[in-house]
């Protein structure tokens, strides 16, 4: 494999691993969808899974908007920092 192909693995493994963190933090921080990743995943229906899938993602979508209402000054807080980090490193 030549190094183009490991960094997008590496770059798809790291994408990964991202989602599955957020994903997570979700997992521990709603019930919402906690219950719906459980009832997503019980199903033994293959032909349902595109709802099931489907009303997961509305979920998430749901409880990571809510999460981000709740922690905004601390998420604008945080994206000031890296900035300021960023530019510090940089020059």
């Known amino acids: 494999m030549g190094p183009r192909v490991t960094r997008s693995l590496g770059d798809a ?13 979700l997992l521990a921080a709603d019930d919402r969808v906690r219950e719906r990743v459980v009832q997503t995943l019980s199903g033994a229906d293959a032909a349902g899974w595109g ?3 489907a009303g997961l993602a509305s979920v998430l979508a749901g409880a990571a908007l809510d999460q ?5 000054p601390l998420l604008v807080f945080t994206l000031v920092a890296v900035l300021l980090l960023l530019f510090m490193v940089r020059t």
């Not at 981000?68 to 905004?72: E, K, N, T």
Request: glycine fraction near 4%.
């Open 13 to 25: 493994a790291v994408s990964a691993a991202c989602f599955l963190a957020v994903l997570a933090g």
């Open 51 to 53: 709802r099931q899938a």
């Open 68 to 72: 981000s209402l709740v922690h905004a």
